[in-house]
Each structure stands twice: as structure tokens, then as C-alpha cells.
């Protein structure tokens, strides 16, 4: 599958890029990540509400998620947390939904986005 995520088992044809605190996330829908979200939100339309609610928990959970982050412990994540709210959390949160629409669409990306931000065109 030419085009296809570069993660095992990756379903994703264009990841989401997303930057928190400085750093790169690419957001890729993979079994793995759904199920996570599953577990963490009672499944992807609840972890969508809880986005749009600007919900700073829910957002650091989708990004970890989708980019296959695991944390070490809590102190990991309350710092991943406090990081995603020092954030834009328009664009966090835009790149959120634009990774949980590509979930619900079987990881296709939308029409023209070729620079991978969840946006058609070339970014």
C-alpha cells in the first residue's frame, strides 16, 4: 500500500502534524490508537464532544494516542497536560478533530491535503 502510514499496522495515508511545547507529534490512526481512545472516551464520538468542549485533558490523550506516545508516569503526563495548555489550543484542538475525522474515515486524509495538517491544499 504505496502512501500508506510508515507505523506497523498504520492505516493513516496523511499523519497530522501537531507541536507541543516544541515538539513534533504526528498523529497516525493505527488499531492501537483507536482502541486507546475507545478505552480512554468511551469511544470516538465522545473523545470528539470532549475536543470540541476544549477539553485540555481529552486533547493530551488523542495526541498521545494518535502519535503512539506512552508516558512513563504521572508526572510525564501532568507535564504533557501543562504543555497542550500553554498551547493554541484552536490549532490543538483543530488537529485533534482533523485526526478523529480521519479515524471515522478509515485514516484517509481530507481531499487535497497534501501537507498532512488535517487542511485541504498545500499548507
Known sequence: M??????????TDAPIHVEIGGQGYDLEVTLAAVRTICRLFGGVRPAFRQVQDI????MAGVI???SGTVLKDQAAL??????????DLAQIGGACTDFL?????GGIAAPGDEAGDGRP???
Open 121 to 123: 491544499g498545500k499548507g
Open 2 to 11: 504505496a502512501g500508506r502510514s510508515k507505523k506497523a499496522g498504520g492505516l
Open 101 to 105: 475525522a480521519q479515524v471515522l474515515a
Open 55 to 58: 477539553n485540555v485533558s481529552t
Open 64 to 66: 498521545l494516542a494518535g
Open 78 to 87: 501532568d507535564a504533557f497536560e501543562t504543555a497542550v495548555l500553554k498551547g
